[in-house]
């Protein structure tokens, strides 16, 4: 994704003494966090209403004492994820629910996919006359920084890259990201680029990679890693009310779209995970009940419906502290709990939501040297890319930012705080030497 010069028509920036003028950001990515930074990025200035009210009080205050003041002007100290309360999947000024209303749609009954989430991004980037912005079938390849002056010495050929460092380069030179990948053409070859930036953000996600299991019969047809898959089989009827349950394995907030999913479907589920419910690692023990009731209602099914104690919801069994021994190829599975006993369950498919990683191979060292770990991959959850928490620019790495998952923001609603910390970032560099 390129975001137009927009960003600078206002905030003028000197140019590069050798007359090279790489462009301001390349945003890498095309889901919620890079859609909502390019909608900020292209001349859309978020203000503080002067009728609203915001949960956070103390926020509330201090948007309070500066009005007329662009919020991306502001100092918001510890609070830029706190910024929204909107609805869980909705982005800047058009809500998620109204774009559904226009769909003749509502959440309560009718519970929102996969395909509609895509859809709603689709319309957000076409509404907000953002498209100019993305070159959709492109793959990153290779960001790395080179020097300005060999970039414009070599006509942007033949560059030099500093051998001793997979990031740095002589502090003396001006140093900008270079950006190489490929398009794809409508006849499927690849067409390769070189872009230059002054700012990468990485927005890429983290489903890239699925978690698997490792069990035996994993890489059977009816096994699959996503939640879209669920939805496919509902819509084309290869799976209903009266079928085999549908085994969920995981604890996180993706198994927890697909039981509801499937619960409001009326389709029966069995769901497995390894954790105990009152485990206070558990997603859901940390999520506030008044701004996630969905969740919740998923946690108390959790703990009210296990396969010994039988609960008030129909088509659904718990299994907490167990774990999936192997697939087999009769679709029967079996699972074992904490003492080693073991079970038997007869399914029609089975989703293994256990979390995903990301593809960060177009990093140097796969991005390893800019997680909080060095020493171990990026992981969304337990080791994110180490970021500055008022700017989400890479402690590690100057000018290279990282949003939503990567840098632990796991919740569509979290990524506009991130996205108006870059944002504000950025336009304060533009301008940091005004002509």
């Known amino acids: ?158 560059l030099q890259v500093n051998s001793d460092s997979l990031w740095n380069f002589n502090e003396k030179s001006a140093e900008v990201f270079q950006v190489d990948g490929f398009f794809k053409t409508v006849r499927g070859d690849k ?19 699925p978690t698997w299991l490792g069990v035996k019969g994993e890489n059977l047809s009816y096994i699959h890693h996503q939640l879209s898959a669920l939805e496919e089989a509902v819509k084309n009827n290869c799976i209903g009310i009266t079928s085999d349950p549908v085994l969920i394995v995981g604890a996180g907030l993706t198994a927890a779209d697909a039981i509801l999913f499937a619960h409001h479907c009326n389709i029966p589920v069995i769901h497995v995970f390894r954790r105990r419910v009152s485990d206070p690692g558990l997603i859901f023990n940390q999520l506030p009940k008044m701004m996630y009731p969905e969740y919740h209602k ?17 088509c659904y069994v718990s299994l907490p502290e167990h774990h999936v021994l192997s697939f087999g190829k009769d679709k029967k599975c079996i699972f074992q709990d904490k003492n080693g006993c073991q079970k038997v369950y007869k399914i029609s498919m089975a989703l293994v939501l256990t979390g995903s990683n990301p593809n960060l191979s177009f990093l140097p060292n796969n991005g390893i040297d800019l997680a909080m770990d060095n020493g171990q991959p990026v992981n969304p959850k337990r080791n994110p890319i180490d970021v500055d928490p008022f700017t989400y620019e890479c402690t590690q790495e100057k000018g290279l930012y990282a949003l939503g998952p990567l840098a632990g923001d796991n919740f569509v609603r979290f990524v506009q705080g991130g996205a108006l910390a870059v944002a504000s970032s950025l336009l304060k560099k533009a301008n940091k030497n005004p002509p």
Request: net charge positive.
């Open 191 to 209: 067409e390769p680029f070189s872009l230059y930036a002054e700012s990468v953000v990485l927005a890429t996600g983290t489903y890239d990679s």
């Open 1 to 158: 994704m390129l975001p137009d010069r927009k960003m600078c028509a206002s905030r003028t920036r000197p140019p590069h003494r050798s007359g090279f003028d790489p462009l301001p950001v390349v945003i890498i990515g095309n889901g919620p966090s890079g859609i909502c930074l390019s909608y900020l990025l292209s001349g859309y200035i978020p203000y503080f209403r002067r009728d609203s009210i915001h949960p956070h009080p103390i926020l509330q205050r201090k948007l309070e004492e500066a009005p007329g003041v662009s919020i991306l002007d502001q100092s918001i100290e510890g609070s830029m994820v706190t910024l929204s309360r909107g609805e869980w999947m909705g982005l800047p000024d058009l809500p998620f629910k109204d774009w559904l209303k226009q769909k003749r749609r509502g959440l309560r009954n009718n519970r929102a996919t996969a395909e509609d989430i895509a859809q709603y991004y689709q319309h957000y980037v076409m509404k907000k006359g953002l498209q100019k912005n993305f070159k959709c079938g492109t793959v990153v390849t290779s960001v790395r920084k080179v020097s300005a002056e060999n970039v414009s010495n070599h006509e942007q050929k033949g």
């Open 298 to 314: 998923v946690h108390q099914m959790m703990k009210e419906q296990t396969a010994a104690c039988a609960g008030p919801y129909e």
